[in-house]
């Protein structure tokens, strides 16, 4: 749905809109599915709702890519629930929707259950997407659309098309787009230089130690 809108005002849209009429949310896979696909090295890695990040910009954490022609897959459809770089990530289960994009290091994962993946079109941005439904305008947006009680509530494939995500006013959304990848490709290098700086602290307070975790 369009709002009424001039020139400088924000344009309001359903997500559908931003995905286009030949795309459809994709459910991950559960867990019981999950025990039937194995490869050489068994069950494939996934990603699962505790590794979807908010803060300070929705990410995941790293995942191993799967080669479905590896899996013994059986009459287990995979395809759905793999995910691709740019794509955004939403967790269905609340209190508290996460949604992050998927990066290259994640393109060819797994989703697990209650986390629906997204292509959106081209000309939209899913660091943008994904900022706005994280912020409280987004949070209150969801809510709205889910169902369940005050302290778990799930948001349906079906539901999560109407809810309407704030776009940036006619003539402004490229420049805005890009100014939201390139804030998130900023924090995704932060937050892999922080992660290394733990890992070197962990290492020195082991050694520190003589060795003892």
């Not at 191993?64 to 395809?79: C, K, M, Q, T």
């Not at 994009?101 to 000309?123: F, H, R, Y």
């Not at 169902?147 to 940036?168: A, D």
């Not at 992660?195 to 602290?201: D, F, L, Y």
């Amino acid at each position: 749905m369009l709002s009424d809108h001039n020139e400088s005002s924000p344009v309001i849209v359903n997500l559908q809109k931003l995905l286009g009429p030949s795309s459809q949310p994709r459910r991950g896979l559960p867990t019981y599915l999950f025990e039937q696909v194995s490869g050489p090295e068994g069950q494939p890695d996934r990603i699962r709702i505790e590794d979807i990040v908010i803060d300070p910009v929705g990410r995941i954490r790293k995942k191993n890519r799967v080669d479905p022609g590896s899996l013994e897959s059986g009459n287990v459809d995979i395809g759905e629930a793999l995910v691709r770089a740019g794509d955004l990530v939403l967790t269905t289960l609340g209190p508290q929707f996460k949604c992050a994009v998927v990066d290259e290091e994640n393109d060819g994962a797994l989703i697990s259950e209650n986390i629906i993946a997204m292509t959106l079109l081209p000309k939209y941005s899913a660091e943008y997407v994904a900022s706005y439904l994280n912020s409280p305008f987004g949070q209150k947006e969801l809510q709205r659309h889910a169902s369940g009680t005050s302290h778990i509530v799930r948001i349906s494939p079906k539901n999560l098309l109407k809810v309407e995500v704030c776009l940036p006013p006619e003539g402004t959304e490229s420049e805005v787009f890009e100014l939201f990848r390139t804030y998130y490709e900023y924090e995704r290098v932060l937050s892999g230089e922080r992660e290394t700086r733990m890992k070197i602290m962990d290492a020195l307070l082991c050694t520190a130690r003589g060795g003892r975790p």
